[in-house]
């Protein structure tokens, strides 16, 4: 399906079979398409790209679809791989974690750093850590296959 062109995110580059490769959701979702473009944000003078994942109901594009800075999008995959990279080693921790030291990372991004933690402030956390956990061992293949991918890209960009 044709990402639209009419709407206020301009695509420049586009995934328009995202519905066939979306995880586990592949071929039954209704993420139809990805999107680098000019932001539906941008004022006048001031241009900022964005990522959009593009959802269908079947009748019309949803306004459940997701638009994000580069820049977040990056920091959601930084978030992503330091999290993985503590679950690695989580089973040596009875509740998957240092209850005395929820927090993981910090990570130097412009001006601060970006604070990596468990939320301790989560009421259910020791269960929910467990299902994540749990989540994240069934999609190890899924999410291995794409961090393997997104790591050659890197290395061939000189990262």
Known sequence: MKIPTTLKHKPV???ENYEKVDGRLARN?????LSLGLAQWNDRGKVDISAKVWR???EKWSRQSEELPLHRVLDLSILICRTLAHFQ???????LYDP???????????GDAMTVAVDVANEKINKDIQLFSQALSDDDEMISERLSALSKILEDMGY
Request: hydrophobic share 35%; no cysteine.
């Open 89 to 95: 080693e989580a089973y040596r921790y009875e509740h």
């Open 29 to 33: 979702t209704d993420a139809q398409g």
């Open 13 to 15: 580059v586009v995934v």
């Open 56 to 58: 269908y109901t079947g």
């Open 100 to 110: 005395k030291q929820p927090v993981l990372d910090r990570i130097a991004l412009q």
